[in-house]
């Protein structure tokens, strides 16, 4: 599958700049792949250099990928209205402007602040930055090998995050994880001129739907957090649950009955590709809410420094890569994407089944990083099989939101369901101090809260079965042929 064509018009550079091109956009995928995962490592450095309260932590994952998941859309919209090279720029330099506050953040209110304005950012960069690449390379091989290095920026993006964030925090100071942004920021930047400025579409950009969505949703964050802290009765607890109810039956009013809806209702009316959302939202849940609670783990109760902390994250880097580039698309030749999408859940979950048996002084080869590596497996065949039943039997006008639906389902649920589980871990330590230790207790919370994780897999894996095709036709071109829904995804999602 290349990447759609759909509106684009192709505007091939030199052959001399073309390599320029594609340096631009690999960088600039590099840079916000890479912060989806830097901050983790750095994260309890974060919490003692700005005095951060536990249940406010979360807020520096969950306020990024509120902000990317709810206006991703709406950023590749301003793209067709305002053109994509000076879309492109503007993400750019309001990325490195915010990774500059958040470097010099003297409170953990800024930092937020920050993080939410990187996420923006990031929403307007990455649909624009493929929508570039689909309007550089035409299609047939020099597409295809535009977006393999695409794609592969995304996985190196993941690993690099981890073990510079490691590093950085561990050598200088967490706030290097910000500051390193910058530099990387420049290069796309000073680079975009090879791009043509692009054209721009008569048709408007629903606005209101993407913040109704997104202030929505981080009312009922606000809801969950503050609830561990004030009760479920507290004022702010009920007003922002009332808030969140209000903005998206809004949101929801708006796409059934607006003129340019954000999400044509074509899309979700299938019920494919409806649970193939759902799914991605689930398994977003789950696997942000990982990330956090094993890095707390590793510092907090193992007291692993940052660099190691990154390091043993990469048995995780290694099963996703094993399932998004082997097992999953080798399973996806011979098989349903129902049967490969549940199977993963499954083995996902029985990933976190096995981080339950997490205790404080237990030996990582026994169940940290073995475990890592099932969990990350799992979710990578789940990622291949999603990505194209997200776009399975779509109309080609509607290719690049059905793609960048999916992307923006799993940045919501790791934003919700990062809120919960915090939550669920904050109950579960409190319950527990009284009797035990310290470490002890934080691992009886985190531990719970990765196997309510687990459940949300299986939950995921429920799904699949019930919404998906039970006879989809297998993919007889070999692995090869599944590989590039994964790597166009957002192509177009404008």
Known sequence: MTAPDHHLAVDVPPAGRSGIALLVIAVAQLMIVLDGTIVTVALPSIQNGLHLAGPDLNWILTVYALAFGGLLLAGGRAADLFGRRRMFRLGLI???????LGGLATTGAVLIVARALQGLSAAIIAPTALSLLAATFPAGPRRTKALGVYGAMGALGSVVGLLVGGALTEYLNWRWILFVNIPIALIPLAGSGVFS???????????????????????????????????????????????????????????????????????????????ANIVMLLMGAGMLATFYFLTLYMQVVKDYSPMLTGVAYLPFAAGMGIGAGSVGPALLAKSSVRVVSASGMVVAAMGMVWFAMLSPHQNPFAVLLPAQLVAGAGLGMVMVAITIAGVQDVQPRDTGVAAGLINTSQQIGGAIGLAVLASVATQITEGRAAGTTPPAALTSGYTASLLVGGGLYLLGGLVAVVTFARTDEPRTGGPDDVSQPTLSRDVDAR
């Open 197 to 275: 400025p692009g054209g721009a579409r008569r048709s408007g950009v629903d606005l209101p739907g993407p913040l109704t969505a997104t202030l929505g949703f981080g009312a009922l964050v606000l809801a969950v957090n503050q609830a561990d802290q004030e009760g479920w009765t507290a004022p702010i607890v009920l007003g922002s649950a009332i808030a969140a109810f209000v903005l998206l039956t809004a949101f929801a009013l708006l796409q059934r009955f607006g003129t340019d809806p954000m999400v044509p209702p074509a899309i979700l009316a299938n019920r494919g590709r409806a649970g």
């Open 94 to 100: 309001v990325f490195a402007a915010a990774s500059l």
